[in-house]
């Protein structure tokens, strides 16, 4: 009583006020930066920051981790003299299974017989609509449709993204979720591999019979 | 693993099905839908019925009330779910009427005041008519609003198909936004008939007749002091989000008070209904935005029971974990909001956002955001947690967490100000919160061990030592302290669970992105931080949900808080609120 409570109450605040003092000390004492360097913003985001942590956006910002996820965008290979092989099919897996229904696509007939092939004549997100629940990408057979670490999308207009402006490359993807794409990369190469040797195994089967 | 039904279980459903329908022979039989479970009971005796329930059998705690529209059996069915706070599964017991209005069927308010919330709920998005209900108002939608949005024959403005995937969007996909299928280029229907010129637009008058009936002013009081209304919101700062008190004050003494909500409600239960089961996942992440892993949790648990498939090992423990995480950064920031509503701006709030930030970050690394997880799937969850995760995570529960919840109770709890505020000040007692159907740390700090982790284990917390939270004054100190003391037990359950957690796989299923569930209905709870999180589900078999509702912790425990108030200051009341833990996009949906 008569205010000890609050005094040690107080002592925790100025513990902290310390601390903060004190880490900024240690850390240019070391001749490392605190702010303005990833090393220093993992430091504030460990098990051990004190004081402080506050991460100073937009001159810095948090680090993002592989699985971060806001809006999907399209992936395109690069083909010979740049061509970009897009690599949705326009299976539309993804238009069924996405909760709010922000994407649209139109598949591509062929002119002469009406078919329909295996690519997206459009294909639109409207991206005031999406959630970034991510199950476009889960659900994705064909690995066309990922999800982005881009998030400084604010603009004073409505965003309805369409194939122009979804599309990205894959080094793209590569770079910011390197150990999906070399997972994806992986069993796409041992699918291959599979498929060929599936192929060989009739041939090679074929002359002995 | 989903724990088979065990035969003593069984058994103990048998005889209670057969002691009850010896007792009621003429009102009560048993529900022999194939896929459903339960009573239906006659509604002239419904009230008689329920009132041997709750003394006679001891089912003592209403847990949902909710209806179900079959159009096409031309039926209406409210559906009641209620629980022993001893423990043990639930007993569902049903009222069917005849689809025609004016549908009627009495109100359990006398037997149980937690059916108030809920049975204006039922009224006000399905149209039941609880005849005996002593303020039988809409609650989610505005006075004025035409038609009963939950009916299955009921289409919104920007109707466009019964259910989800539209056939618009493939494979003739060309956008088009939302209004341009409305005439007016709004959210906006008129009722058919209606005439602009003779509208005359419905007041509050209801409301506030409804709080001078229950005001417990007296006339002869000695002095004669004018009563005042106070509107507290629907944008008071320390309202915890856009929820509406109508006070009125004798002074500065609560005589009367009624919340006013649905400022966030989007119809959580259509949606679903409209969605395909997966796709519900996402949006039940919105609920309490605080805790999208527990929601997630108890969505996934209640379809999992109707699928009936089990839930792969490693997931388990994975969920659990998750849970626990949550439970520990909703009671760090309930801490922190709470001194913040007592007026001690920000330093202790921003204490408890540090701790929370760090635990953010590991959903963040494991499910792709911080708030909108979205982490479960139906038999475990999206994937595996990475290794450095599972690092953080083991920092945080060993060298972190504990240290830091310890100096948060040094900073507070013994500051006088703090106690002179919390200390003896009534929240609920024990009767009360049970009678109100209040569950989670409220129920608990009342004396009541009702702890569903305990009381009816799901997932795989019957394997992990723990001690059920509970203090004994049902005062606000006590309240607040249970917090602690939750956060402690979490932080238990973590150690054995980061112990125990086996490699393995994460999901018993193969990625699907449409699941096949048999019909059937299913009522799955889980403890979410903030009190019983049930689901009810019904499917036919089809895509998406026939019936989809959420029983939600904070709109159920907000039943409490005029009966909470009354009688005491206007200065506690913020407090008081902010002791029911309430989070508007729960209690809106
Ligand atoms: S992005 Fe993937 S899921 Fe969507 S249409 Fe293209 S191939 Fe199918
Ligand atoms: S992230 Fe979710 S909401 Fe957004 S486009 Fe993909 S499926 Fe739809």
Not at chain 1, 102 to 124: E, H, L, M, S
Not at chain 2, 70 to 81: D, G, I, P, Q, S
Not at chain 2, 525 to 540: A, D, H, W
Request: proline fraction near 6%; aromatic fraction near 10%; charge should be negative.
């Amino acid at each position: 009583m008569y205010g000890k409570g609050i005094l040690k109450g107080l002592g925790v605040t100025l513990n902290r006020f310390m601390e903060t003092y004190l880490d900024d000390i240690s850390w240019w004492v070391r001749g490392k930066k605190r702010y303005n360097s990833a090393e220093g913003i993992a430091h504030r985001s460990s098990k051990n920051t004190r004081g402080i942590f506050t991460v100073q956006y937009p001159e810095e910002q948090l680090l993002t981790p592989e699985e971060f996820r806001f809006v999907p965008f399209l992936v395109y290979d690069e083909g010979a003299e740049g061509k970009q092989e897009v690599r949705c099919t326009s299976c539309g897996i993804c238009a069924k299974v996405c909760p709010p229904q922000c994407i649209w696509i139109v598949r591509t007939n062929d002119p002469n017989t009406g078919k329909p092939v295996p690519q997206p004549a459009q294909f639109y997100i409207d991206m005031d609509i999406c959630m970034n629940c991510g199950f476009c990408a889960e659900y994705c057979p064909f690995d066309a449709i990922k999800m982005d670490h881009d998030f400084d999308i604010a603009s004073v207009s409505r965003n309805v993204y369409d194939l122009e402006k979804l599309l990205k490359p894959a080094t793209y993807y590569a770079k910011i979720r390197p150990q999906n794409y070399n997972r994806e990369e992986e069993a796409r190469k041992a699918k291959e591999a599979a498929k060929a040797a599936r192929a060989a195994a009739p041939a090679a089967a074929a002359p002995s019979a | 693993m989903t724990a088979p039904a065990s035969t003593s279980t069984l058994d103990a459903s048998a005889q209670l099905s057969a002691s009850l329908v010896a007792r009621f022979p003429d009102s009560v039989t048993a529900d022999t839908r194939p896929g459903f479970s339960g009573f239906i009971i006659k509604k002239e005796n419904l009230v008689e019925v329920a009132t041997a329930l709750r003394d006679e059998f001891g089912y003592d705690l209403l847990s949902s009330v909710t209806g179900v529209d079959y159009l096409a059996e031309n039926k209406m069915e409210v559906v009641y779910h209620a629980f022993k706070t001893t423990g043990g599964p639930n007993l569902v017991f049903k009222v069917q009427v005849d689809r025609v209005d004016p549908i009627e069927v009495p109100s359990l308010y006398e037997v149980w005041t937690g059916a108030d919330f809920q049975e204006r709920e039922a009224w006000d998005l399905m149209g039941i008519r609880f005849t005996g209900h002593p303020d039988l108002r809409r609650i989610l939608m505005w006075e004025g609003f035409e038609g009963h949005p939950l009916r299955r024959d009921y289409k919104e403005a920007f109707f466009e198909e019964e259910a989800k995937p539209f056939k618009s969007r493939w494979p003739e996909g060309n956008h088009k936004y939302a209004e341009f299928r409305t005439p007016h280029r709004d959210n906006l229907i008129f009722p058919e008939g209606f005439d602009p010129d003779n509208y005359k637009p419905e007041n509050e008058d209801e409301l506030y007749f409804s709080l001078e009936r229950s005001s417990t002013k007296r006339e002869e009081d000695a002095l004669k002091t004018d009563h005042i209304v106070v509107n507290m919101g629907p944008h008071h700062p320390s309202t915890h989000g856009v929820l509406r008190v109508v006070v009125e004050l004798d002074g500065e003494t609560i005589t009367s008070l009624k919340p006013v909500m649905g400022y966030l409600h989007r119809n959580h239960d259509k949606i679903g209904e409209r969605s395909t089961f997966l796709q519900i996942l996402p949006y039940t992440d919105r609920l309490d935005y605080f805790n999208s892993m527990a929601n997630n949790f108890g969505y996934v648990t209640t379809v999992e029971k109707l699928m009936k498939i089990p839930v792969a090992e490693r997931a388990e423990y994975i969920r659990v974990i998750m849970a626990e995480l949550s439970r520990i950064q909703n009671h760090l920031i309930f801490i922190g909001m709470l001194i913040n509503d007592l007026g001690s701006m920000y330093t202790p709030s921003l204490y408890a956002f540090e701790e929370r930030e760090l635990i953010l970050d590991i959903f963040e690394a494991v499910s792709g955001a911080r708030m909108m997880c979205n982490y479960f799937r139906f038999g475990g969850v999206v994937r595996d947690v990475p290794d450095d995760a599972m690092q953080k995570i083991k920092d945080l529960v060993h060298d972190r967490l504990p240290g830091k919840t310890d100096e948060m109770e040094r900073f507070l709890n013994e500051n006088e100000i703090l106690l002179a505020r919390l200390k003896g000040v009534r929240v609920l007692n024990a009767e009360d919160a049970i009678r109100h159907s209040v569950t989670g740390p409220c129920l608990r700090a009342a004396g009541v061990p009702y702890d569903l982790r305990r009381a009816d284990p799901y997932s795989v917390y019957d394997r992990f030592d723990f001690d059920v939270a509970v203090r004994y004054n049902g005062d606000m100190y006590d309240n607040y302290l249970i917090r602690f003391d939750e956060i402690r037990q979490s932080l238990r359950i973590l150690e054995q669970a980061l112990k125990q957690i086996p490699q393995g796989s994460i999901n018993s299923q193969k990625p699907q992105y449409q699941v096949r569930v048999p019909a059937g209905e299913a009522y799955g709870r889980v403890e979410s931080p903030k009190g019983e999180l049930g689901f009810y589900v019904v499917s036919n078999g089809k895509p998406n949900p026939y019936r989809y509702h959420v029983r939600a912790p904070s709109f159920v425990n907000l039943t409490a808080v005029e009966s909470m108030c009354k009688g005491t200051k206007i200065a506690d009341f913020v407090a008081l609120l902010a002791m029911l833990d309430i989070v508007m996009g729960e209690v809106d949906r």
